[in-house]
């Protein structure tokens, strides 16, 4: 059962590299070069956008999955996928819903400050650890958020911070996007640079 849950983990530690390599290498390195590049780099620029092909990316995750289970053992095959699914539902969720503990705003504010402050950066989402050895962690600070792109969860109705996360975000510029913006945010995006604020 100990060795069971120490391969798991084993598995679920070599997603987490993935999750930092793909992210580095096949969504920013490549421009837009490539499906998982676009997919990635499209999500950056447009609020709103989600993992359209997240069947391939499900299906790409569970066939490797299989390969590191017959190749090592079956229960890293599962760390892998497990740790995928961990990635995903976070991922999405910090972008959808507010964050509910300690670790979940420290995600949002490593994550968003990806999006907003340095895509070369912050690079690993679900932990930071490969991000040190790497030399790409940067510590978040106050994340400024253009006002068009802010998150759902981060704003009332009035349209400024909630006061429960003012101490970690600021929002700025405008909530207009007009098309010629969101074409500077695509262009900002798929060169690498966070969005405007305007
Ligand atoms: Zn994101
Ligand atoms: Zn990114």
Do not use: C
């Not at 090592?72 to 509910?100: E, I, K, Q, T």
């Not at 996360?165 to 207009?176: L, N, P």
């Amino acid at each position: 059962m100990t060795t069971w849950l120490l391969l798991l983990l084993t598995g679920w530690l070599a997603w987490t590299l993935g999750e930092y390599l793909i992210h580095r290498f096949a969504m920013h390195a490549l421009r837009g070069r490539g499906i998982t590049s676009r997919e990635h780099l499209n999500h950056h620029a447009d609020r709103d956008s989600i993992l359209e092909k997240w069947f391939l990316s499900w299906l790409g995750v569970v066939l490797v999955g299989i390969a590191l289970g017959e190749a090592s053992h079956p229960a890293v095959g599962f760390g892998w996928v497990l740790g995928y699914g961990f990635y995903d539902l976070h991922h999405w969720h910090a972008h959808r819903r507010r964050p509910r503990n300690r670790y979940q705003r420290w995600l949002r504010r490593h994550h968003f400050h990806h999006h907003f402050g340095h895509p070369r950066d912050n690079l690993g989402v679900t932990w930071p650890v490969w991000d040190l050895v790497f030399g790409t962690y940067r510590r978040p600070g106050v994340v400024r958020v253009p006002r068009r792109m802010a998150m759902v969860w981060l704003l009332d109705d009035q349209g400024d911070v909630r006061p429960d996360f003012a101490a970690d975000y600021q929002v700025a510029g405008t909530a207009a996007r007009t098309p010629a913006l969101a074409a500077r945010d695509r262009d900002d995006a798929f060169a690498n640079r966070p969005p405007a604020v305007v």
